[in-house]
C-alpha cells in the first residue's frame, strides 16, 4: 500500500542535541535532513537512527511509511539535529496573530469568541490619552465593544477587562506543542519541557 504524498506535509517535531524539542517540521523536510546527514531519526525508545539504517527498519502494517524508489520506509515522528543545541527564542513576537492567540479570540470585554475577521484590535488606554502598542495595553476586542468603548479607557467607558493584558509565555512553537494535533510519538519530548524550563528567560 502506497500513502499519499498528503503525509509528506504532516509534522515531525525537531530536538536539538540534548533531545529538546526547538522545532516542528514536515515529513518531507526531516526526510531531507536525515539524507544530508544533519539529523538523525529518533524511535520511541530513544534509539538514533541515520537515514540508511532507519531505511532498513522493517514497516508494519501499522506503521506509517511513504514509498521511496525501491522500499517502503517508515515515517519518522521524532527527529535530532546533530550540531544544534540552541534553544528556541523565547521572545514572542508582537503581532496581530499572536494577540489573537493569546485571547484565543476571546473579546476581551464581552468575553464572547468571534472569528478572527470580526475582531479588532483595542488599545486599553487609547493611543489619544498616550497608551502605547504593547503587549500590556492591546487586546482584543469585537466591533461592538470597540465603537461602545469609543476613545475612552475601559473605566471611562463603565467597562470591564477580562484579563489584565500581559505579554505571553508562550512562543508559537509551544502553542502547536501543546496543540491536540500532536503525535503519541512526541509526549517523551514534550514532558521533559518543564514549565522552569520555558519560563527561564535565555540569553542570546
Ligand atoms: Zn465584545
Known sequence: MRVSAAV???KVLVLNRSYLPVH????????????????????????????ESW?????SVHDEHIGLVDRLVRVPRVIL???????P???????RFNIYSRDRNLCQYCGKTYP??????????????????RWD???????????RKGGRTPEQAGMRLLHRARR????????ETFSPRRYKEWMPFLSTVDASYWNTELLE
Open 8 to 10: 509528506l506535509n504532516t
Open 168 to 175: 505571553p509565555e508562550w512562543t508559537p512553537f509551544m502553542l
Open 116 to 133: 478572527r475577521s470580526e475582531l479588532n484590535l483595542d488599545h486599553v488606554v487609547p493611543r489619544s490619552q498616550g497608551g502605547l502598542s
Open 24 to 51: 516542528i517540521t514536515s515529513v518531507r523536510r526531516a526526510f531531507c535532513l536525515l539524507y544530508q546527514g544533519v539529523a538523525r531519526a529518533v524511535n520511541e525508545q530513544y534509539h538514533t537512527f541515520d537515514f
Open 137 to 147: 495595553n492591546v487586546v482584543c476586542s469585537c466591533h461592538a465593544c470597540n465603537r
Open 89 to 95: 527564542r523565547r521572545q514572542v513576537r508582537f503581532s
Open 81 to 87: 539535529l546533530l550540531a544544534y543545541d540552541r534553544v
Open 55 to 59: 531505511a532498513d527498519l522493517s514497516v
